[in-house]
């Protein structure tokens, strides 16, 4: 607890102070807190930096769902489809590819995605498509690049809900003579919820703070708030509106999760209390 | 030892003719190169000084008592007589923060432990303002011995005590620079940087795509916002992105009035913006992969595009380069030394022997701009004739008087929100 | 969950075994199964991709990254690397390695009997001794790379990030502990910092970070320590920060599902608490230690931005490294270093996962702690 009062609360505490204070480049701390104002909330929330808000947002929750419909059928499959002596091997390879630099996985993609690459003359030669393909530096490559980073991050969590949820169970409910969907919906669904909901934890909030994944495939289309807040640390060295929008980010993050964490409280009760840690959290803090 | 000047017009680059001058050209002759001594010169690649030649070479040295002359390839009667070459040894690590790939790694890896005595350090940033946040942050303690910033930030980094003043008695090369690229506007007296390489910017587009030339400023904008509409890149740079716009109405591009700046403002989000496709100070690359049809870009960058393009298969001929016109940039790094720099006489040692005319080019060629040494097209004749594209590393007299460099003025945040507002407007 | 949680793997054979036992459920091929099978491949092959790419591309011949220029060549690599010291380096650790391997073979064909625990643990300490060996004869790890840089930042994340995730693992496993186990006022508090930290966006913690080490109570962490670079204290402290939180939810997670009774039982039998903690609560937490330990290793290792504020000259990464080249080119060797890293990475807990199972800890314990749920 010292720890993180010492190394994480006031060091950030400074910062959020900050974000009352006005630029003043002359200084080694470019900030003057003479006259504090919440004049950089207002400029935050101008059309200039909502837009790229909206979009990280919305990169942000296609990403996750994305995730979530790629990354269930495998979870699902590893955990009941799969022979043991495989599924240990499988999972070795869903985490394996998570230990090269993230960096070098984003900038790998550029690869594919070239107009002059491989794969795009290929696809024109054989009238897939008629152009070269023209996803890098828009938001789209972005996207894909996202859901791919954090894949990983979604599938395991799904993977351990599910596998504890007991055979048994599921027998029985089929047979008492609920047909296999009957039997997804009513009882893997619900008791695989809690995974659902800490992989979204840890796909979602770090999508949302994504830097480099935007900077390697985003150009001028695919800016996200990460870069955006960077840029006014760095760039435009103006730490005071670089703060203020990182404390918005920050309320914007939970606000979300929170909504979300509402909507699965209104459709799963079902869910068991213990496993609600996490969710409950949300609500809790913002 | 049979001088001529047949041989020597011959070894000059073919690209580079324009630009050799007729006193470089009367210099190389008067000084009567061996042939010998040109080979050498020309073969001494990999090991700059190999000391053969040292005894006919005779004190080059300028001053500095405790200078060893490197001697090396400054043969007799060489043009490199006419430098100075103080190389002072020194000892212990040197760490330097610089751009990214910006020196030869020979030079930074064995060569500077073998001439120097020291062991370099290098870490990288990608802007100025990464620079500039890193400095602040560690207050005089990053323990960096060597940075690299570009000359308009220099005042700001001086006014926040980030640079240390220079001991001039242990830079005993800095007469090797030519005298336009000392004493510039944003530190007189060179008291704490000295030029490393100087560019400037210009365009590059593909011919195949956008018919007609792109000439000037103007035609940037016009091919911009209609034939390359959504597949142009521009520099990521706020100035940069002003700079078009003021030299295509034949404004000056450090202006600080009001009412030019909302005309640019409007005009930048309201009509340029939505055509942008990315902000890119190095496209080099990404042009190679097709990524664009229009680029804006500095000069090297632009010099190594042509080599990306031939790598991934492209046709380079397809592609032009020219220099931004009416007016342009002139961009400058320098070398400096941060304050609290734990070890600044080998930061001194390494600085001075950068500005060797030897180390000089060598590094050059590596990174394609300009160093500016004194009489440049000699030296490049002599050390690298085989060096190509010539045309975008030196420029002509008159396009380097088109030239202009960046002030920092009272307009500086009024340019960063125009450039936000860019920003936001192409990615919308 | 107990039980499911200690060994959730076990409970799915038998499962499986009376799901398929049913005649009269099974009569034609598992179509779901099928279709779930193809669309796990295809998952694997997209999550494969980049990595195949990487690994082609630091063999290209042509001068960038990205840039495919038809012709393969390992010149990069021999930029990376100076094979006169890669090359005996790596002979000896393989040759130790084999040499140890037959060790148990030759036992058994001497004696005619077959030492179990012998030939489990051969292999690995064979390769042990064999790292130690190489380390100790040759400074290969100062020679082994002729890009000075790129070397120095490779072997910087490694510290780093072995640092960070054992200050990570330490802070958050007690964290984790006292988390789940005391509810006093400050529980609350707690749990809402440790998610702040989980939402904040790195640059702040970045910026926070970096000027709070210069204030002068916090100088030392940016001096040297015990031969580590100076700032590399400081990069154990930023970089650990997030993964300490990670490690947190994990271990708390873990416990949440077990209740106290142990301790307190091992407590009335008079264990003092620190002993019930040793024995106890330790092993309990173990896999939970692990899994976390290894999620933080990624993450701190490819931490970038706080990496960036925080490193001192000497001290930088190779995401730092690599970020910068992102401006101008990224160089085919980059690729081949992101290989090694990869290579050495993967090799590391392959490593230790043997060692681990041999010790009879099962792998999808491992994986299931993983993700904390």
Request: net charge neutral.
């Amino acid at each position: 607890m010292i720890w993180y009062v010492l190394f994480f609360i006031v060091p950030i505490a400074f910062i959020v102070v900050y974000s009352f204070g006005a630029k003043d480049s002359s200084q080694r701390i470019p900030v003057d807190l003479s006259s504090p104002s919440f004049h950089n909330y207002g400029e935050a929330f101008s059309k200039t930096f909502f837009t790229t808000f909206t979009a990280t947002i919305k990169i942000a929750v296609v990403a996750t769902v994305l995730t979530v419909v790629i990354g269930f059928p495998v979870a699902y499959f590893l955990a009941f489809k799969v022979q043991e002596k495989w599924r240990a091997v499988l999972l070795a390879l869903i985490i394996v590819p998570s230990f090269t630099s993230f960096l070098i996985r984003t900038l790998a993609w550029r690869i594919p995605l070239a107009p002059n690459g491989t794969l795009s003359t290929w696809l024109q030669d054989w009238g897939v498509i008629s152009g070269p393909i023209s996803v890098l530096e828009t938001r789209t490559a972005v996207q894909i690049a996202i859901v791919y980073n954090y894949l990983g991050f979604m599938i395991l969590p799904l993977f351990v809900a599910l596998d504890r949820i007991e055979g048994v169970l599921r027998e029985a409910s089929k047979d008492l003579g609920a047909g296999r969907i009957a039997t997804f919906m009513r009882v893997t669904l619900p008791l695989g919820g809690p995974g659902i909901a800490a992989g979204v934890l840890l796909t979602f909030i770090p999508m949302c703070g994504d830097y480099v994944t935007a900077t390697v495939l985003g150009g001028a289309k695919g800016n996200m708030i990460g870069a955006l807040i960077d840029s006014q640390f760095k760039g435009a060295q103006n730490w005071p509106l670089g703060s203020a929008i990182a404390v918005l980010m920050i309320g914007a993050v939970l606000a979300v999760l929170a909504v979300g964490a509402l909507v699965v409280f209104g459709t799963q009760a079902v869910l068991r209390r213990r496993r609600r840690v996490d969710i409950g959290l949300v609500g809790v803090s913002s | 030892m049979s001088a001529k000047q047949e041989p020597v017009r011959i070894l000059a680059p073919h690209s580079f003719r324009d630009v050799l001058s007729r006193r470089a050209l009367l210099q190389i002759g008067a000084g009567s190169v061996g042939l010998t001594a040109l080979l050498a010169a020309c073969g001494s690649d990999s090991k700059s000084s190999s000391g053969s030649t040292a005894e006919t070479a005779g004190s080059t040295a300028t001053s500095g008592s405790t200078a060893s002359s490197t001697g090396g390839s400054a043969a007799a009667g060489s043009i490199l007589g006419d430098y100075s070459t103080v190389v002072n040894k020194s000892s212990g690590t040197l760490a330097m923060y610089t751009w990214g790939d910006y020196n030869d790694p020979s030079i930074v890896g064995d060569l500077a432990d073998n001439e120097l005595g020291i062991t370099m350090k290098v870490d990288y940033y990608a802007s100025n303002e990464d620079l500039i946040t890193k400095l602040s942050t560690a207050n005089g303690n990053s323990g960096f011995d060597v940075v690299v910033p570009t000359g308009p930030y220099i005042p700001q980094m001086i006014a926040k005590g980030l640079l240390q003043k220079f001991d001039k008695s242990k830079l005993a090369n800095i007469v090797n620079v030519d005298t336009p690229y000392l004493g510039q506007d944003w530190d007189p007296t060179n008291e704490y940087s000295v030029c490393k390489d100087w560019g400037s910017t210009g365009w590059m587009w593909d011919t195949t795509k956008i018919k007609g030339d792109i000439a000037s400023w103007k035609d940037f904008i016009t091919a911009a916002t209609g034939e390359a509409s959504g597949n142009v890149s521009v520099l990521d740079t706020a100035v940069n992105l002003l700079g078009m716009y003021c030299w295509a109405n034949g404004l000056d591009w450090n202006t600080e009035d009001s009412a030019e700046l909302d005309a640019a403002e409007k005009f930048l989000v309201d009509e340029f913006a939505a055509n942008i496709k990315a902000f890119d100070s190095y496209p080099s690359t990404k042009i190679a992969e097709g990524a664009y049809t229009l680029s804006m870009a500095w000069n090297g960058d632009a010099r190594q595009a042509f080599s990306r393009i031939a790598d991934a298969g492209g046709n380079p001929d397809d592609w032009k380069w020219a220099l931004g016109s009416p007016d342009t940039e002139l961009w400058m790094d320098n070398y400096c030394i941060p304050a609290g720099a734990p070890n600044p006489d080998a930061a001194h040692a390494w600085i001075n022997w950068l500005l060797t005319p030897q180390i000089s080019v060598k590094d050059l060629q590596y990174h394609g701009y300009n160093s500016g040494m004194k009489n440049m097209p000699a030296l490049i004749a002599e050390l690298a004739p085989d060096l190509t594209l010539g045309d975008m590393i030196f420029f002509s007299d008159e396009q380097v008087k088109s030239m202009h460099t960046q002030k920092i003025t009272s307009a500086q945040d009024r340019i960063a929100d125009i450039y936000n507002k860019v920003k936001a407007k192409a990615g919308g | 969950m107990t039980a499911a949680a200690i060994t959730p793997g076990s409970t799915m054979a038998p499962a499986e075994a009376t799901h398929t036992a049913g005649p009269n459920r099974r009569k034609k091929p598992d179509v779901l199964r099928i279709v779930l099978a193809v669309w796990c491949g295809l998952v694997m092959v997209f999550l494969f991709i980049p990595i195949g790419l990487v690994i082609l591309h630091s063999f290209n011949r042509g001068g960038s990254f990205s840039i495919w220029s038809g012709h393969t060549s390992t010149k990069w690599w021999g930029t990376l690397f100076d094979s006169d010291t890669v090359l005996p380096a790596l002979l000896t650790l393989v040759g130790i390695t084999v040499v140890a391997c037959l060790v148990p073979l030759l036992v058994r064909v001497t004696t005619g009997f077959r030492h179990k625990v012998l030939s489990q643990w051969a292999g690995p300490l064979g390769f042990l001794v064999g790292v130690i060996v190489v380390g100790m004869t040759s400074d290969w790890f100062r020679n082994v790379f002729r890009e000075k840089g790129i070397g120095d930042a490779m072997r910087n994340s490694f510290i780093a990030a072995i640092g960070a995730t054992l200050v990570a693992v330490v802070l958050g496993g007690l964290a984790g502990v006292a988390l789940a186990r005391n509810t006093g006022w400050w529980n609350k508090p707690f749990m809402i910092v440790v998610f702040l930290i989980l939402v904040t966006p790195e640059i702040m913690d970045a910026i926070a970070l970096a000027g709070w080490f210069q204030r002068v109570p916090f100088r030392l962490f940016t001096k040297e320590f015990l031969g580590f670079a100076p700032g590399m204290l400081s990069l154990w402290v930023g970089e650990s920060l997030y993964a300490s939180a990670v490690v947190t939810l994990i271990v708390r997670a873990r416990l949440a599902g077990i209740d106290a009774s142990l301790e307190e039982a091992a407590g009335d039998l008079g264990a003092p608490p620190g002993r019930a903690f040793r024995q106890i609560t330790l092993p309990l937490i173990s896999s939970a230690l692990v899994a976390g330990g290894l999620l933080s290793f990624t993450i701190c290792l490819d931490n970038t931005i706080i990496a960036q504020l925080v490193s001192n000259a000497g001290s930088s990464t190779f995401p730092v490294f690599l970020i910068s080249q992102l401006r101008s080119t990224v160089k085919p060797f980059v690729g081949a270093a992101a290989v090694v890293l990869f290579a050495v990475t993967v090799g590391a807990l392959a490593f230790v996962a043997v060692v681990l199972k041999r010790s009879g800890d099962s792998s999808s314990q491992i994986a299931a702690t993983l993700a904390g749920g």
